[in-house]
């Protein structure tokens, strides 16, 4: 079955830096993008950053400059740094893929969650 997991989460001080993985199993992960998300205490959950199969990156405005995506094929695993935070950051973030037919395990996959919190 596919499985999405979020580490790397934790308290980090306004102006830090931290690094999310998300380790990816159960289908081909070098033919699919991936998602970051985001949701904060009492806000719906948003978009954070993609990236393709082909390694095409895209980025919400709040995060741009700031935060990069990145993956490595060979670890099924997808990466999200985050540098200069703030603690409007402060979110449980999440991994994202939807996988469309033909693929057997067609559908949309959520991890866990890693919760991210910047504060003095």
């Known amino acids: 079955q596919v499985q999405l997991v979020e580490s790397g989460g934790g308290l980090v001080q306004p102006g830090g830096s931290l690094r999310l993985s998300c380790a990816a199993s159960g289908f081909t992960f070098s033919n699919y993008a991936m998602s970051w998300y985001r949701q904060a205490p009492g806000k719906q959950r948003e978009w954070v950053a993609r990236?393709?199969?082909?390694?095409?990156?895209g980025y919400a405005d709040s995060v741009k400059d700031r935060f990069t995506i990145s993956r490595d094929n060979a670890k099924n695993t997808v990466y999200l740094q985050m540098n200069s935070l703030k603690p409007e950051d402060t979110a449980v973030y999440y991994c994202?893929?939807?996988?469309?037919?033909?693929?057997?395990?067609?559908?949309?996959?959520w991890g866990q969650g890693t919760q991210v919190t910047v504060a003095s």
């Open positions: 990236i393709t199969s082909g390694g095409s990156t």
């Open positions: 994202h893929t939807s996988l469309p037919p033909p693929t057997s395990v067609w559908g949309v996959y």
